[in-house]
T-cell receptor, first 109, second 113 residues
């Protein structure tokens, strides 16, 4: 079966750096997405990786290793507004999106 | 104005009732999707449509039906609501390009009592 694993919950301190991991086992790979979702709101797109390596976008970076079935989202200079769930999703060989359950990130002052 | 609009935002209904959730978009995207989200679970695909004449079942289509009335409108119906259909429902659109993300509506919180 297809599976995406993320930690259920993480806690970090305002101003610090946090890394949210995502491992996947899917039938084929056609790209990996990260979304941010504040409680009760819609997911919003953060990043897309299809080739190995690091994609940087301001305070957020996303890394992909296809050979390891692994990605991480790195958030720097954490702000209270970064408290949210972070969803990892992979496009499989049929271009269908497979979603992880999300990681709830709690930021403490 | 939101690019993807869902109505209603909240709905409480009784077991056995038929209800419809509506979605409209101004993004001009051909592809539209309905997902449900439950605590502790990933987004699960109910139905999707790649154009007005194309409707496809997702992984959890039982108990649901959809209608693509126009390129911009995609509605989800629960034929006879049951309590385990209580969830947060999202409509989403995409332009179908490989790297393009989904664009989500603000969601409908449905409670079936």
């Amino acid at each position: 079966g297809q599976n995406i694993d993320q930690p259920t919950e993480m806690t970090a301190t305002e101003g610090a750096i946090v890394q949210i991991n995502c491992t996947y086992q899917t039938s084929g790979f056609n790209g990996l997405f990260w979304y941010q979702q504040h409680a009760g709101e819609a997911p919003t797109f953060l990043s897309y990786n299809v080739l190995d390596g690091l994609e940087e976008k301001g305070r957020f970076s996303s890394f992909l290793s296809r050979s390891k079935g692994y990605s991480y989202l790195l958030l720097k200079e954490l702000q209270m507004k970064d408290s949210a769930s972070y969803l990892c999703a992979v496009k499989d060989s049929n271009y269908q999106l497979i979603w992880g359950a999300g990681t709830k990130l709690i930021i403490k002052p | 104005d939101a690019d993807v609009t869902q109505t209603p935002r909240n709905r409480i209904t009784k077991t056995g009732k038929r209800i419809m959730l509506e979605c409209s978009q101004t993004k001009g995207h051909d592809r539209m999707y309905w997902y449900r989200q439950d605590p502790g679970l990933g987004l699960r695909l109910i139905y999707y449509s790649f154009d007005v004449k194309d409707i496809n079942k997702g992984e959890i289509s039982d108990g649901y039906s959809v209608s693509r009335q126009a390129q911009a409108k995609f509605s989800l119906s629960l034929e006879s609501a049951i309590p385990n259909q209580t969830a947060l429902y999202f409509c989403a659109t995409s332009d179908g390009q490989g790297s393009s993300p989904l664009h989500f509506g603000n969601g409908t919180r449905l409670t079936v009592t």
